[in-house]
C-alpha cells in the first residue's frame, strides 16, 4: 500500500500558504519569522489557526482566520497549482503494478479535491484521508494507524511519501516504511529528514525512483 501526501509531495503548492501566511500576517504589521513557521507548517488547519490566535494575541476567531487564509488561497488549487516533476510518471507505473494508492493529507478538502481533478490526478487513488477530519495530527502514530486499518493493510505493509519530518516520524512509528520527499518549504529540516526516513529523494523524477519496485521499495 502506497500512501502519498499531496501539498509539496504530488503538487508544488507548499509556495501558496508562505505567500499567505506572510500576506496575513503583513495586514497586522507582524513579520514572517521561523518561530511563526514552526507553528504552523506540520498541523492542521483548525490547530493552525488556534496557534496563530495565540501567537500573535489576535483578537479574530479561529473561524475567521481560517476563512482569511480561504480567501488569500483563492482559487489557486482549481487552476495554477502545478503537480511535481515525476509524479504522473510514477503514479502511472506503480499503478501499471497493480499498487493500492491513497492519499493522506493535512490540506483542507476543498483544496484537496479541486487540485487533484484539476490535475487528472484522482483516478489514481482509492482513498483519499483527511487529517482534519480524523481529529488527528499527521505527527501522530494513531493517525497511520487507523489509516492502514481502514485501508485493511498491516502498517508494515504501507509506505508513506511525505516532504515533512513530523508526517514521517509519525508513520515510522506506526511501523510503515517511509520515503521523504524534499521541498524548498522543508529545506531546514532535510538533515533531520534524511536521519528519520528509510530513503530521501529530490523528488519523484529522482534516478533512484526509477529503482523503486513497490511495495516495500
Known amino acids: 500500500m502506497l500512501l502519498f501526501d499531496m501539498d509539496g509531495t504530488l503538487i508544488d503548492s507548499n509556495g501558496i500558504w508562505k505567500d499567505v501566511d506572510t500576506e496575513f500576517l503583513a495586514r497586522r504589521g507582524l513579520p514572517y519569522t521561523q518561530a511563526y513557521y514552526e507553528g504552523v507548517a506540520h498541523t492542521i488547519f483548525p490547530l493552525a489557526a488556534k496557534f496563530t490566535k495565540e501567537f500573535c494575541h489576535l483578537p479574530e476567531s479561529e473561524e475567521e482566520i481560517m476563512a482569511e487564509w480561504m480567501e488569500l488561497a483563492g482559487d489557486l488549487y482549481a487552476g495554477s497549482v502545478p503537480e511535481k516533476p515525476g509524479v504522473r510518471a510514477f503514479l502511472e507505473r506503480m499503478r501499471a503494478r497493480g499498487e493500492r494508492m491513497a492519499v493522506v493529507t493535512s490540506a483542507v478538502p476543498v483544496h484537496c479535491r479541486s487540485a487533484l481533478t484539476h490535475l487528472g490526478l484522482l483516478p489514481y487513488f482509492e482513498r483519499i484521508f483527511f487529517a482534519q477530519e480524523l481529529g488527528m495530527e499527521k505527527k501522530t502514530p494513531e493517525l497511520w494507524k ?13 509506505t508513506l511519501f511525505d516532504d515533512s519530518v513530523e508526517a514521517i516520524r509519525g508513520a515510522k512509528a506506526a511501523g510503515m516504511h517511509t520515503v521523504g520527499v524534499a521541498d524548498p518549504y522543508f529545506a531546514s529540516c532535510a538533515g533531520e529528514m534524511a536521519q528519520t526516513c528509510e530513503k530521501f529523494v529530490s523528488g519523484f523524477d529522482a534516478p533512484e525512483m526509477a529503482a523503486f519496485q513497490g511495495g516495500k521499495g
Open 146 to 158: 487507523k489509516v492502514a486499518a481502514e485501508l485493511n493493510a498491516a502498517p508494515e505493509a504501507c
